[in-house]
């Protein structure tokens, strides 16, 4: 159980496009889901807390406008890149958690590479 | 400023033998610990955790331990096995909070 599935798993668009990437939680509902960033040989970094209907929570340094957040359902989170450009390249990933605990742990999907050309 | 930190990037260990994996934290206000495994291009897998009311949590192959004065964890593997071969997260979050601060990994390799 606890499956968060995310696609697409790799994108390779031209800069100027903007790119949507979806995270899905199979088997369980999640009412929070978060988006984070990982660039190569570094940590996780949270970029945004997604909540199933009403505005996405963003963390410091990251641009609203840039990374459109919607959680429109218990199930979906959606992160759009606007615009993209190269330095916006990087592994994102998605995670989910199930119930409403604090201390239950998140089940992350796979990742989407992207990769602005 | 980097609340948790895991000062190794690698690790190399003979398999069958025990991996140590260490994380240490800043932020006093952290209860709840994590320890995620990830391989290349995928998302990061739990793994085990712990709360700060305990100092040890066993599953299997894999123990956390935590020492709270010291602001220290580790994550144990025995016997090690080539599969476990992936980099490892160490994660904290403070109670009530949903946001979980990743450390930057360590990459472990287990030698066949």
């Given at each position: 159980?606890?499956v968060?599935?995310q696609?697409?798993?790799?994108?390779?668009?031209?800069?100027?496009?903007?790119?949507?990437?979806?995270?899905?939680?199979?088997?369980?509902?999640?009412?929070?889901?978060?988006w984070?960033?990982?660039?190569?040989k570094?940590?996780?970094?949270?970029?945004?807390?997604?909540?199933?209907?009403?505005?996405?929570?963003?963390?410091?340094?990251?641009?609203?406008?840039?990374f459109?957040?919607n959680?429109?359902?218990?199930?979906?989170s959606?992160?759009?890149?606007?615009?993209?450009?190269?330095?916006?390249?990087?592994?994102?990933?998605?995670?989910?958690?199930?119930?409403?605990?604090?201390?239950?742990?998140q089940?992350?999907?796979d990742?989407?590479?992207?990769?602005?050309? | 400023?980097?609340?948790v930190?895991?000062?190794?990037?690698?690790?190399?260990?003979?398999?069958?033998?025990?991996?140590?994996?260490?994380?240490?934290?800043?932020?006093?206000m952290?209860?709840?610990?994590?320890?995620?495994?990830?391989?290349?291009?995928e998302?990061?897998?739990?793994?085990i955790?712990?709360?700060?009311i305990?100092?040890?949590?066993?599953?299997g192959?894999?123990?956390?331990?935590?020492?709270?004065?010291?602001?220290?964890?580790?994550?144990?593997?025995?016997?090690?096995?080539?599969?476990?071969?992936?980099?490892?997260?160490?994660?904290?979050?403070?109670?009530?909070?949903?946001?979980?601060?990743?450390?930057?990994?360590?990459?472990?390799?287990?030698?066949?």
């Amino acid at each position: 159980g606890a499956v968060v599935s995310q696609h697409p798993s790799w994108v390779i668009c031209k800069s100027g496009t903007s790119v949507k990437i979806e995270c899905r939680s199979l088997d369980f509902q999640a009412t929070t889901m978060f988006w984070y960033r990982q660039f190569p040989k570094q940590s996780l970094m949270l970029m945004a807390t997604s909540n199933e209907g009403s505005k996405a929570t963003y963390e410091q340094g990251v641009e609203k406008d840039k990374f459109l957040i919607n959680h429109a359902s218990l199930t979906l989170s959606t992160l759009t890149v606007t615009s993209a450009h190269p330095e916006d390249s990087s592994f994102y990933i998605c995670s989910a958690r199930v119930g409403g605990g604090s201390n239950q742990p998140q089940h992350f999907g796979d990742g989407t590479r992207l990769s602005i050309l | 400023d980097q609340q948790v930190k895991q000062n190794s990037p690698s690790l190399s260990v003979q398999e069958g033998r025990i991996s140590i994996l260490n994380c240490d934290y800043t932020n006093s206000m952290f209860d709840y610990f994590l320890w995620y495994k990830k391989y290349p291009a995928e998302g990061p897998t739990f793994l085990i955790s712990i709360s700060s009311i305990k100092d040890k949590n066993e599953d299997g192959r894999f123990t956390v331990f935590l020492n709270k004065s010291a602001k220290h964890l580790s994550l144990h593997i025995v016997p090690s096995q080539p599969g476990d071969s992936a980099v490892y997260f160490c994660a904290a979050s403070a109670g009530g909070y949903q946001k979980v601060t990743f450390g930057t990994g360590t990459k472990l390799q287990v030698i066949p």
